[in-house]
């Protein structure tokens, strides 16, 4: 069975700074996938980015980048230049690429960025 | 334009009557999910699908059930047996392995 841990129950950032919030996975299987997703007040769930474990660079989209260390078995996302609107809560999961597509999913973070 | 519909936004239901959570989607993806949220607890599995007739338990299965007779719909029933059903509850659609997952507007459903 898959497990993701967020450690992070609430993180704060200066507006414009970068903020790393961690991920780490537990699996035994050699083919998964990561995800992070953010959710708003809204309760919207809005998918950020995604990493393969055969990935062999560090996925980025934008202002995202997920730092891939395969060792350690972690997948912690990097936001850089952080937003007012980037306040929100931030979830990791895993997904294996074979067999039964069970997507877990951590108990996330809660960010808040101020002024 | 595609999507994934969950409806109604709010649900209210006295204690020890079953109701039914609705999630359509349009992307043509086989595999569906349903989680619940609660505070502090993040999303939890209830059940998952990957083929129409076909579900799987996830790890919050029990006082719950779900069929999946179409591709596009993934209902879920909340049973009177579900001693906590307040809880809000989210549906998800997956196109593939190594895709991410789409998720609709979720379900706020109280019990009284």
């Known amino acids: 069975a898959q497990k993701i841990t967020q450690t992070q129950p609430g993180m704060f950032v200066q507006e414009k700074e970068a903020v790393t919030l961690d991920c780490t996975y537990d699996?035994?299987?050699?083919?998964?996938?990561l995800f992070w997703y953010k959710q708003p007040s809204s309760g919207e769930m809005i998918f950020l980015i995604y990493?393969?474990?055969?990935?062999?660079q560090n996925a980025t989209e934008g202002r995202y980048s997920l730092n891939f260390q395969k060792a350690r078995k972690s997948a912690n996302l990097v936001i850089s230049a952080s937003q007012l609107g980037d306040s929100a809560m931030y979830f990791c999961?895993?997904?294996?690429?074979?067999?039964?597509?069970?997507?877990?999913f951590g108990i996330g973070t809660k960010l808040q960025v101020i002024p | 334009d595609g999507g994934i519909t969950q409806s109604p936004k709010y649900l209210f239901r006295k204690e020890g009557q079953n109701v039914t959570l609705s999630c359509e989607q349009n992307?043509?993806?086989?595999?569906m999910y349903w989680y619940r949220q609660d505070p502090g607890q993040g999303l939890r599995l209830i059940y998952y699908?990957?083929?129409?007739?076909?579900?799987q338990k996830g790890d919050i299965a029990e006082g719950y059930s779900v069929s999946r007779e179409k591709k596009e719909s993934f209902p879920l029933t909340v049973t009177s047996a579900q001693k906590n059903p307040t809880a809000f509850y989210l549906c998800?659609?997956?196109?593939?392995?190594?895709?991410?997952?789409?998720f609709g507007q979720g379900t706020r459903l109280t019990v009284v």
């Open positions: 998800a659609s997956r196109g593939g392995a190594d895709t991410e997952a789409f």
């Open positions: 699996t035994s299987d050699q083919s998964y996938g």
């Open positions: 990493q393969g474990s055969y990935d062999e």
């Open positions: 999961a895993i997904a294996l690429l074979g067999g039964y597509q069970k997507v877990t």
């Open positions: 992307l043509n993806h086989d595999a």
């Open positions: 699908s990957q083929i129409v007739n076909d579900f």
